[in-house]
């Protein structure tokens, strides 16, 4: 990786490299055990020009959305956090609240997850998602949606087909995407010229703030803080006009923006955040520095946990398979003699084997029959929601661990 893809500058920085991986949503069948099994660099870069922090585009995305192991709708809290978003939306971008007929269209928009709340409130929609097996589900669920990515071309022509969109949503896809300055005209053209787009990503500042390097995997183009997606908009002829701090993936943030001809000045938030990160050494070398050996700490640490777990005959299995959770066991070489196996609520995921460290996938139901002495929750982002679903687990003195932003291991009650 040469240059930077957003500014074009060759002022890139490493800031951590965790050495070669597969795919994170690469799940291996039984059959595909005995097979070669590709796996690329992982190594976070920023750019010392415009700061944003990036890896390089090894794998496309056509190879990782066909075919998606991912359904939001799995997530409780997820599905909640989109509920919830929309109410807030219709009263913000007062969609219909004139008697007009408002327009949402959401890109990446996975199983419907979200536009099922506006489909609930009678708002026409419309949802964008490339991946085929996702889509239809979204589909079956009663949520219009095309399967295809978004480019410039996509965005004009669903705009000529559709009109305007009065709020575009993008929520978890604006890492995703190597051509930032392409999805970012694309968006530009889905929205309506005096139109609102909300883009949900995560904050590159709790992520270094708080170790959260599992969150770095090969869908993961790059890394935003809010200086550096002010200008990635910009790219595309939006401008970001407010910012909220999420607590979502263990801190995003949502940006507002809006054609640059009708933007305005931005809120007091946008100054605030920025002056965050610029306290904490965002648009300087110095605050990626540590970064590297505090991850480090994280991969020695739950391996001495693991390993003096095995030693004395204690057993550890895995609560999730989420892509961040791939990115963990291989980066710390975590295999079945140290985690027996891992579960999740994803039925596509059962029967299948985590990609690199051909860990089992299993139903939620088999923590329970083996009454394990540890569950490893490897979604740990999700800690309030998966402390309260495996609170049975004290039934048999069973505790969960919880490995980053730093190993903690919690005794759950009834």
């Known amino acids: 990786m040469t240059r930077c893809r957003l500014c074009g500058s060759e002022a ?32 976070l870069r920023v750019c010392t020009d415009c700061w944003l922090a990036q890896i390089p585009p090894l794998i496309t995305p056509e190879e990782t959305f066909k075919e998606y192991a991912y359904f939001s709708s799995y997530s409780t809290s997820w599905v909640e956090h989109a509920r ?31 536009l099922k709340h506006v489909v609930d409130r009678g708002i026409r929609c419309l949802g964008i998602e490339p991946s085929v097996n996702v889509g239809a589900a979204a589909r079956d669920a009663g949520v219009p949606t095309l399967t295809e990515f978004l480019s410039p071309d996509t965005g004009s022509a669903v705009r000529a087909e559709h009109g305007p969109a009065d709020l575009v949503v993008a929520n978890n896809v604006y890492a995703h995407i190597p051509d930032v300055v392409g999805f970012t005209e694309g968006l ?14 995560q904050h590159l500042l709790t992520l270094i703030e708080e170790n959260q390097y599992d969150t770095i995997y090969h869908e993961h183009f790059q890394y935003y803080t809010v200086a550096s997606a002010i200008r990635a908009l910009a790219s595309g002829g939006l401008t970001l006009v407010d910012v909220e701090l999420l607590p979502t993936h263990g801190g995003s943030i949502r940006l507002w923006a809006r054609p640059a001809e009708v933007a305005g000045e931005p809120t ?19 605050g990626y520095t540590e970064f590297s050996a505090r991850v480090a700490k994280v991969r020695r640490d739950l391996l001495r946990f693991l390993i003096e777990a095995a030693e004395r005959g204690e057993t550890v299995v895995g609560y999730g398979a989420p ?11 975590i295999r079945p003699d ?15 084997f985590t990609p690199g460290t051909r860990i089992p996938i299993l139903p939620p139901e088999q923590i329970a029959a083996d009454k394990p002495d540890y569950v490893l929750v490897l979604p740990w982002n999700l800690r309030a929601e998966l402390v309260e679903q495996l609170s049975f687990v004290h039934e ?8 980053i932003p730093e190993l903690s291991i919690v005794e759950v009650k009834a």
Do not use: M
């Open 12 to 43: 890139l920085a490493s800031v951590v490299d965790l050495g070669a991986t597969p795919p994170c949503e690469s799940f291996l069948a039984a059959d595909q055990l005995d097979q070669p099994e590709p796996a690329y660099p992982l190594h």
């Open 84 to 114: 919830t978003f929309v109410a807030d939306a219709v009263q913000r971008v007062g969609l219909g609240t004139d008697g007009s007929e408002a327009f949402v269209v959401e890109v990446a928009s996975n199983d419907g997850y979200l």
């Open 188 to 201: 530009r053209a889905l929205v309506a010229d005096d139109g609102w787009v909300s883009i949900e990503v």
């Open 268 to 286: 007091a938030r946008v100054a605030d955040v920025l002056a965050r990160e610029k306290a904490a050494g965002l648009q300087e070398l110095s």
């Open 323 to 333: 892509g961040k959770g791939n990115t963990l066991l291989n980066h710390c070489g």
């Open 338 to 352: 140290l985690l027996a196996y891992t579960v999740d609520r994803n039925p596509y995921k059962h029967g299948r």
């Open 396 to 403: 048999w003195g069973g505790r969960l661990v919880f490995p």
